[in-house]
């Protein structure tokens, strides 16, 4: 029992740096998908800009 314990007891270290990665991967899509919003709208205006 003593074995499965240990075991279980080292299963769960992975944990921290698993949420570290998933929170560092989540950041870098929001900087990605913002990064994107603001080009595509600076495009928009400079199309416009040169249409009007």
């Known amino acids: 029992m003593r074995d499965l314990a240990f075991r279980g007891a080292a299963r769960q270290a992975w944990r921290p740096a698993t949420s570290i990665a998933c929170l560092v ?3 870098l899509l929001a900087t ?20 009007a």
């Open 25 to 27: 991967f989540v950041a």
């Open 32 to 51: 990605a998908f913002w990064t994107g919003a603001v080009w595509i709208a600076q495009a928009v205006m400079r199309i416009f800009a040169l249409g």
